[in-house]
């Protein structure tokens, strides 16, 4: 008889839950949506403890090349094509 291991201590499956219960709490803009819904962060009210405010616009240059590929792909294949499922990917390449 095989008895098998734990791949997992107590400790780590705990930080493992703890890591994704903060996935499941992290909103698109990469702030805790507990955080972000939060009548407290509204901005009209000056009683507040804190606030969100937007970034400056940057360029996802990796996301850029990829979303670029994907646009010549749709006007290469015509407007019909199902491109359903299909994945672009991107690599880095040096000067």
Do not use: C
């Not at 734990?6 to 400790?11: A, I, L, P, T, V």
């Not at 606030?51 to 010549?72: C, E, H, S, V, Y």
């Amino acid at each position: 008889m095989t008895t098998r291991e734990n791949e997992f201590d107590d400790h780590e499956r705990e930080l493992w839950e703890a890591y994704d219960r903060y996935l499941a709490d992290l909103g698109p803009h990469g702030q805790l949506l507990s955080e972000a819904l939060d009548p407290g962060a509204n901005p009209n009210d000056y009683n507040t403890k804190f606030g969100f405010k937007a970034t400056p616009p940057r360029i996802d240059w990796a996301l850029k090349a990829q979303q670029d590929a994907l646009d010549n792909l749709r006007k290469s294949s015509g407007p019909d094509a199902n491109l359903n499922g299909v994945v672009i990917g991107v690599e880095k390449y040096q000067w």
